[in-house]
């Protein structure tokens, strides 16, 4: 349900600024790429990520792609590559996304990359969302701006037909030329793979590689090599729906739930959100087995639930 205003900005200077500091504060903006309109969020923040998520009523915590003004920016958060050198010089800025592991000291929230070891990144070449990039200074976590699983926009209209009331501001700079999402290309390891077809065909990817990519199941996530249906899981088994810690066990608490740490004190699933993937990891440090409070099943509360869920499922010895 509509529960804010949302600004319809212009790409003028002013408007920009506007909507870079909108972003600084945490909220949602949508903004256009040659692709698509993205809404963005502050991709080091996890808040800002999550409130993304709830706009969009994004079932499941897919990883997100990171954009940034250019490609000295991207280095700064991957491990760089000369598989990604070729790409990045021979096709940015534009609707190519590059999969990479994560640099040491990145500072990108957990829930972009859906907990796991690689970033999804991209340089956009729409001069607005170049200018967007550069004022509000830092990387921008953007699924297409569109409540999941609809039609992605392509026009301002379409995003405030679908998201009016639910982010802070659209920035209005017509239509997308490419109006295709970005072609994903894992690079995480020597063999390059495509990930997702979209807007850049693979044969000239290709043809700048000198060797052809590896093709994947198409899927509509984002998701790092070999892990279309795989995120993030601790080593050690997770069990749901705990009131209390067993035997040997941390508990991951929730609410009035306290345990060895909680995602939301409060039981707020936007901070349990943002907190998931970290509280996670933190635990599976111990080494023990992890109990999850019990955590409600609607908004944001049922993207945790089915990330849970993924992680704690039987998996092969």
Not at 15 to 26: F, I, P, S, V
Not at 242 to 252: F, I, K, P, Y
Request: charged share 20%.
């Amino acid at each position: 349900m509509p529960t804010q205003t949302t600004q319809t900005l212009t790409a003028s200077s002013a408007d920009l600024a506007r909507a870079a500091d909108l972003l600084a504060q945490g909220e949602s903006v949508a903004f256009p790429t040659e692709t698509v309109y993205g809404l963005g969020g502050d991709a080091r923040s996890g808040p800002a990520v999550a409130r993304v998520y709830e706009a969009k009523g994004r079932p499941a915590f897919n990883p997100l792609i990171a954009h940034v003004p250019d490609i000295e920016t991207a280095q700064r958060l991957v491990m760089w590559s000369h598989m990604a050198d070729r790409l990045a010089l021979a096709f940015w800025p534009g609707p190519l996304t590059l999969v990479l592991p994560l640099r040491e000291g990145h500072g990108i929230a957990p829930l972009v990359t859906a907990g796991l070891d690689t970033l999804a990144v991209r340089v956009p070449a729409h001069p607005t969302a170049r200018a967007l990039l550069r004022a509000f200074g830092g990387p921008l976590a953007a699924p297409s701006a569109n409540p999941s699983g609809r039609i992605s926009p392509t026009t301002a209209a379409h995003v405030l037909a679908e998201l009016g009331g639910r982010i802070s501001a659209v920035i209005d700079d017509g239509a997308c030329d490419v109006g295709l999402e970005s072609t994903i290309v894992g690079l995480a390891d020597d063999t390059p793979r495509l990930l997702r077809p979209g807007g850049l065909p693979a044969e000239p990817i290709e043809a700048a590689l000198g060797q052809e990519l590896v093709r994947h199941h198409v899927s509509d996530t984002l998701n790092a090599p070999g892990q279309l249906l795989s995120h993030y899981a601790p080593k050690a088994t997770l069990r749901l729906n705990g009131e209390e810690a067993r035997t040997d066990e941390v508990l991951l608490g929730f609410g009035e739930v306290y345990g060895d740490l909680n995602l939301s004190r409060n039981g707020d699933l936007t901070e349990a959100a943002a907190n998931l993937f970290g509280h996670l990891h933190e635990l599976d440090l111990t080494g023990r087995p992890i109990a999850v409070a019990p955590i409600p099943d609607h908004g944001l509360g049922a993207a945790i639930n089915d990330r849970l869920r993924r992680a704690a499922a039987p998996r092969d010895s």
